[in-house]
T-cell receptor, first 115, second 109 residues
Framework: DAGVTQSPTHLIKTRGQQVTLRCSPK?????VSWYQQALGQGPQFIFQ???????QRGNFPDRFSGHQFPNYSSELNVNALLLGDSALYLC??????????????FGEGSRLTVL | AQRVTQPEKLLSVFKGAPVELKCNYS??????LFWYVQYSRQRLQLLLR??SRESIKGFTADLNKGETSFHLKKPFAQEEDSAMYYC???????????FGTGTRLQVFP
């Protein structure tokens, strides 16, 4: 099991562009969460997908959107990129939303640089 | 407000010394508390969680509801403990995690 896989690992965009990041969850997991980790900060929750629907959302603008596919993989889309969107974007998978204190399994992240 | 505070950005100790990484939280209700760790060139992974009451790699963490703290402790640090440590919490009906800013632990030989 390769665990949670994310692509691309690194990418550079310019302000105003759009970006799509992809995530495949750990085998057997059906819930995918996305986090943004700015330099020197802890991960910050963006949103979570289960059964192809957004279940929870953090304090992020509508420019951040996502999707989950029938095979449980997920995409994170960011429109109208700002310099402040430069960060490491982490995907995490779980069965945990139904389990109190469950474990999240993280990918290695996609590092986005906005110029 | 829901918040996790890790007051130390960096903690440096010598091998064999005791370690305590501090974590304080603010949450209305009864949260679940976790410690996640990121070793060099590895992904973020769960170290331990309050609900399991377990000791992992010699680390323990006790939830103190009165002081709203969940400090991570190890009596004798090892060089392989050097890593970035994040304290996190979630609510009872969700696995959305709120993370602290992290503490880098350096263990010198």
């Amino acid at each position: 099991d390769a665990g949670v896989t994310q692509s691309p690992t690194h990418l550079i965009k310019t302000r105003g562009q759009q970006v799509t990041l992809r995530c495949s969850p750990k085998s057997g997991h059906d819930t995918v969460s996305w986090y943004q980790q700015a330099l020197g900060q802890g991960p910050q929750f963006i949103f979570q997908y289960y059964e192809e629907e957004e279940r929870q959302r953090g304090n992020f603008p509508d420019r951040f959107s996502g999707h989950q596919f029938p095979n449980y993989s997920s995409e994170l889309n960011v429109n109208a990129l700002l310099l402040g969107d430069s960060a490491l974007y982490l995907c995490a998978s779980s069965l945990a939303w139904r389990e109190v204190g469950g474990e999240l399994f993280f990918g290695e992240g996609s590092r986005l640089t906005v110029l | 407000a829901q918040r996790v505070t890790q007051p130390e950005k960096l903690l440096s100790v010598f091998k064999g010394a005791p370690v305590e990484l501090k974590c304080n939280y603010s949450y209305s209700g009864s949260p679940e508390l976790f410690w996640y760790v990121q070793y060099s060139r590895q992904r973020l992974q769960l170290l331990l969680r309050h609900i399991s009451r377990e000791s992992i790699k010699g680390f323990t963490a006790d939830l103190n509801k009165g002081e709203t703290s969940f400090h991570l402790k190890k009596p004798f640090a090892q060089e392989e403990d050097s890593a970035m440590y994040y304290c996190a919490l979630s609510g009872l009906s969700t696995d959305k995690l709120i993370f602290g800013t992290g503490t880098r632990l350096q263990v010198f030989p």
